[in-house]
């Protein structure tokens, strides 16, 4: 049973990951930086 | 100081961009889609990568699932837990190096760790979500040490990069201040950020439980007892093993809980070991005992 829903979540957590990369997620996490770098300095 | 060599690496890994010094710039290469699992600002000129958390509140804010930041989250979180925590995360080691000053030794109560799950949901998530805004950077410490103070330091020194940053907000003074507070707070209390506010890290402690690699205690062949020779009921009292807690953990009771770093400092006293789910129990040189009477076997 433990490894089987271990499986389960390594299996849907790459999933997850795939289905991300496959719909730009990672490059809408590089382009965050402007927003995020203003933001931290408080300026913004 | 294994895990002190590890922490070295793991802020060179997160944070060697050196060319942002001379050029008074910040990395904004292909790498920053990469989401480090540690607490560890975008805007902090060295970064390589993104902070989890920031990811996070700008999916929120943009109205997208953040797909491929939970995937990496939970898978790396399947296996070895709040690990990161223990042994990469930079501000973890600064509330390490800081709290070596020990002002005091200040003990909040057993509540106030859940706070890190309000700031979890509460800042990080609905907050973000309502005001489109990533109010959790707006006051982060880590972002404040990491990035808000160097980019003061450059802004001094004339970068072109920070024109238009105004410092003198009140929102600024406020983060400086926030992380005044945080240093003071390492000073007297073991991890503070780590075990009341991080939401880093109360989401990798949710994985605590399930995660491969796992940390426990038997009592029936802690050695301290068998030295001691108690049959354990003294193990509250002896507190051996939750002494070199950095996040003052009652270990025999609270080991492997959300609030477990993984940092296996209790490992090297007592009963407490690790061990991978699917594999037998390592114990690195700490006598153990079989059973009550016999010779200790050191494994």
């Given at each position: 049973m433990r490894i089987f829903l271990f499986?389960?979540?390594?299996?849907?957590?790459?999933?997850?990951?795939?289905?991300?990369?496959?719909?730009?997620?990672f490059w809408e996490t590089l382009s965050n930086g402007a927003m995020i770098c203003l933001t931290c300095i408080g300026v913004a | 100081m294994k895990r002190r060599i590890v922490q070295f690496i793991g802020?060179?890994?997160?944070?060697?961009?050196?060319?942002?010094?001379?050029?008074?710039?910040?990395?904004?290469?292909?790498?920053?889609g990469v989401c480090v699992p540690v607490l560890n600002c975008y805007a902090c000129p060295m970064a390589w990568g993104s902070c989890p958390v920031g990811t996070l509140q700008?999916?929120?804010?943009?109205?997208?699932f953040p797909f491929y930041l939970l995937g990496t989250l939970g898978a790396i979180g399947l296996f070895i837990g709040r690990w990161p925590c223990g042994w990469l995360c930079p501000f973890g080691w600064l509330q390490d190096i800081v709290n070596?000053?020990?002002?005091?030794?200040?003990?909040?109560?057993d509540w106030v760790r859940h706070m890190k799950?309000?700031?979890?949901?509460?800042l990080v998530g609905v907050v973000a979500w309502v005001t489109f805004e990533p109010w959790f950077c707006k006051i982060c410490p880590a972002g404040t040490f990491g990035a808000g103070l160097p980019w003061l330091f450059f802004h001094s020194r004339g970068s072109v990069w920070s024109e238009g940053m105004d410092f003198t907000t009140g929102m600024f003074t406020f983060k400086v201040i926030f992380l005044a507070v945080c240093l003071l707070a390492m000073m007297v209390i073991k991890r503070?950020?780590?075990?009341?506010?991080?939401?880093?890290?109360?989401?990798?402690?949710l994985t605590n439980k399930f995660s491969l690699l796992q940390l426990n205690v038997d009592l029936d062949s802690c050695a301290i007892a068998y030295a001691k020779g108690s049959d354990f009921t003294n193990c509250a009292t002896c507190n051996h093993c939750s002494r070199h807690c950095p996040m003052d953990l009652k270990v025999p009771e609270q080991i492997g809980s959300v609030d477990c770093i993984r940092c296996m400092n209790c490992t090297s006293y007592g009963s407490p070991n690790w061990s991978f789910r699917f594999k037998r129990e390592q114990n690195f040189g700490v006598p153990r005992i079989e059973k009550e009477g016999t010779e200790p076997v050191v494994m």
């Open positions: 499986a389960l979540f390594f299996i849907l957590f790459g999933a997850a990951i795939a289905y991300g990369l496959s719909i730009g997620d | 802020l060179l890994a997160t944070n060697s961009y050196f060319a942002a010094l001379p050029k008074m710039s910040f990395y904004q290469g292909t790498l920053k700008h999916f929120l804010i943009v109205r997208a070596k000053v020990k002002l005091r030794n200040i003990k909040l109560p799950f309000v700031v979890l949901v509460g503070p950020f780590c075990r009341f506010l991080c939401p880093l890290g109360a989401l990798f402690g």
